[in-house]
């Protein structure tokens, strides 16, 4: 049986320098979460300090409620309204043939069903796509020649289009996870370990949104999404041979769901504090 879990499992590891490596990384992501927290509860106490101060100098009531927050988009959705979704570049094999080459095409798949969902943008579809790009290979190449990417979207018939490249990794590792069980020969707990592997995954993606008219890139961001497996010696060995195409279904729907709340206007809860006198 395979669980998947999203953070470190403490224990000894059966690599030492690699452990205290993922240790000290460990650490330095805990302290900057940390601080960045600390900074927050910083700015929520001085909110509450000035909320507190009105009240009590002032007689007045305060009342925190929840609104809507219109967020707008970081792309011009009026210029930018008819898109088409082109499959993303293997950064680890630009341009090659390998096992993973249809992950970029799935990938796109994800972006166009994040971006389908009831936003103002018209998404070409799948099959009117592969039919006016039949004979087109996209590739590292490509991606630099603007003359290429404006020709692209003259045959698309769109303002813009999304592509971009990614690279999908996975780094397995032995260990030791500790436990207590109660020994009935010394009549008392005793502590016992099981071996394990850990198996993680991280998928990193640079979109592109590019205009079709000029072959310019017009916006840019990097995406990284991370999951962890653990596995028993079976599962692991069954993992190294088959593909885990769930796990990579489930990271790049992550990072498509990242791209559509910076491009597509939405709304957001925000708190606000209401001071009545």
């Given amino acids: 049986m395979v669980l998947t879990i999203h953070s470190k499992v403490s224990g000894r590891s059966l690599i030492p320098h ?65 898109l088409a979704i082109l499959p993303f570049v293997d950064r680890a094999h630009p341009g090659k043939k390998n096992d993973t080459s249809n992950l970029g095409i799935e990938l796109a798949s994800v972006f166009r069903r994040s971006l389908n969902r009831p936003h103002k943008f018209e998404i070409l579809d799948t099959r009117n796509t592969d039919i006016l790009l039949a004979g087109e290979q996209m590739d590292l190449e490509t991606l630099k020649d603007t003359e290429k990417l404006a020709f692209l979207g003259s045959e698309l018939a769109v303002d813009a289009f999304i592509t971009g ?35 993680s995954y991280k998928l990193s993606v640079e979109v592109l949104v590019i205009d079709a008219d000029t072959g310019d890139i017009v916006w840019r961001h990097p995406y990284q999404s991370k999951a962890w497996e653990a596995h028993s010696i079976a599962s692991f060995l069954i993992s190294e041979a088959v593909q885990s195409n769930s796990v990579f279904g489930n990271l790049a729907a992550q990072v498509a769901a990242s791209f559509t709340r910076h491009v597509a206007p939405h709304y957001e809860t925000s708190q606000r504090i209401l001071v009545r006198g």
Avoid: W
């Avoid at 300090?49 to 925190?64: K, S, V, W």
């Avoid at 397995?172 to 109660?182: A, F, L, Q, V």
């Fill in 165 to 199: 490249t990614y690279r999908f990794s996975s780094v397995s590792e032995p260990r030791r996870m500790y436990y207590d069980r109660y020994s009935a020969s010394l009549q008392r707990y005793v502590t016992d370990s099981v071996i394990y592997y850990q198996k």
């Fill in 18 to 82: 690699a452990a205290l490596r993922l240790r000290q990384n460990a650490l330095k992501s805990h302290l900057k979460e940390f601080q960045l927290s600390i900074r927050h509860q910083h700015f929520a106490m001085f909110i509450v300090g000035i909320t507190f101060f009105l009240a009590l100098f002032t007689g007045c009531h305060t009342t925190r409620v929840s609104i809507q927050v219109k967020v707008p988009s970081e792309i011009d959705v009026d210029k930018y309204n008819q």
